[in-house]
């Protein structure tokens, strides 16, 4: 009996001590703002010259199981514009002009999120991947001459065990121009139109 016990121990232990080992010692993701796509919903509208453009922020964050504090991860290789995590902005005079199915391709870049999960106390992948996330945020404006005109700003958070969102094409960037928000896809409405904008985020081994 003594030896039956003794031996389903080290099985428990041999299987504990491998799940623990499946953490990476470092964690990488990139993450990109890839195609901002317009949808009519009015054929007989006309638009005229109206033209959108934005601001993209991405922040990571982890919580600290040493100090109990929430931290932040710095991008490696890249440096915020300004404050609050901002990755990437179409300027006023470079915004999309609203037509049926337009589309207009983002970040050229991926921005590379990276960090040792042992230094924030985390000992298996799974209990990472419930307490850190990635914060996206993306602003749409109308230019108008003097003020322009905000469509909206959304947020949405994506835990890392969520965190695995591929890039699509132009042509499936197109089909989805009309569809809800969702992981990868966050959708502005608009009286006349929809907007919508597309991110990957892709864990790199």
Not at 36 to 47: E, G, S, T, Y
């Amino acid at each position: 009996m003594k030896t039956i016990q003794l031996s389903v121990l080290v099985v428990v232990f041999s299987s504990a001590t491998s799940f623990a080992q499946s953490l990476p010692q470092m964690v990488k993701f990139d993450f990109k703002f890839d195609w901002l796509a317009a949808h009519i919903i009015n054929q007989n509208v006309d638009l005229g010259t109206e033209s959108v453009h934005g601001i993209g922020w991405c922040r990571l964050f982890v919580k600290n199981k040493i100090t109990g504090n929430e931290d932040q991860i710095q991008p490696t290789g890249f440096s915020y514009i300004g404050n609050y995590g901002r990755v990437f902005e179409v300027p006023r005079n470079g915004g999309m002009k609203v037509s049926n199915g337009n589309i207009k391709s983002l970040m050229n870049t991926k921005v590379r999120f990276q960090f040792e999960p042992a230094k924030y106390g985390y000992k298996t992948m799974k209990e990472l991947e419930d307490n850190a996330y990635f914060k996206v945020v993306y602003e749409i404006k109308v230019y108008k001459p003097i003020n322009d005109e905000i469509v909206g700003k959304q947020d949405v958070i994506i835990f890392l065990k969520d965190a695995k969102i591929n890039p699509v094409s132009l042509a499936q960037a197109k089909n989805s121009a009309n569809s809800s928000t969702r992981p990868g896809y966050i959708r502005f409405n608009k009286a006349k139109y929809n907007l919508g904008i597309l991110y990957s985020i892709v864990p790199v081994n």
